[in-house]
Structure formats: structure tokens, C-alpha cells
């Protein structure tokens, strides 16, 4: 899989974005360095936009932090799945890692709750 060029030209290094309604792209070399890493999952409100953390637990005295903003449709993609898919790719747009982040039906409640679509 690779993603396209358009996409990844507003990242800079390190930085996250969603993508295809239920993805995330992050633009970054530092990858969890084992496969099915603990995750953590802040929600932060910030005006009229969500702003999701992961924060991978890989290293637990140096965890990875993911953020991006996420819209309704978003939350409404991983609600179908109850989980977030994370691609960490090249500024080729070669996908490095895939991260797969399972959600809890609380978790999901949340999120729903948080962009306006009810549990």
C-alpha cells in the first residue's frame, strides 16, 4: 500500500492526519518498535475540534505520542470496526508499520458522544 503524494505534502515530519474516513496517516520514521504495543487513548476538546492521542506504549520510559483531529465521520468509520487503523509512512508514501488500535464500547461512547452522534 502506499499513500498519495497530495496527502502527505501538508505533513511535516511526525505529524498525523485521518484519511479514507476511518485511517490515520502518520508521516514518520520513529515506529513502535514492537509489534502490538499497549495504547493509550486521550480525547481533548479543542473549540469546535477533537483531538485524539495515542499514546504507544512501546518503550514505556519513552512512549510514542500520535495526535490528530477527528471529525464525525471519523469516529463514525472506526465505530463500524471498533478500531483505529495507523499507518506510519515514508515521505514516499511507503507504509513502514500498521498499527491497530482496538476501541472498547466505553471508549467508543465517548468519541460518539464527543462529536455529536450519540452512543
Known sequence: ?????????????GMC???CES?????????PKV??????????????????R????????NPLYLEYYADATFV???SQEAKIVIYFVDRNGEVLRTLN?????EVLRLLRRE?????
Open 101 to 105: 488500535v482496538q476501541l472498547s464500547r
Open 115 to 119: 462529536v455529536g452522534l450519540g452512543g
Open 76 to 78: 463514525e468509520g472506526i
Open 35 to 52: 509489534d502490538n504495543p499497549e495504547v493509550e487513548l486521550e480525547i481533548d476538546r479543542q473549540g469546535e475540534e477533537l483531538l485524539i
Open 23 to 31: 485511517k490515520v496517516v502518520c508521516l514518520t520514521t520513529d515506529i
Open 54 to 61: 495515542n499514546i504507544v506504549l512501546d518503550e514505556p520510559e
Open 17 to 19: 492526519t485521518v484519511c
Open 1 to 13: 500500500m502506499k499513500f498519495p503524494s497530495d496527502l502527505l505534502s501538508e505533513l511535516q515530519e
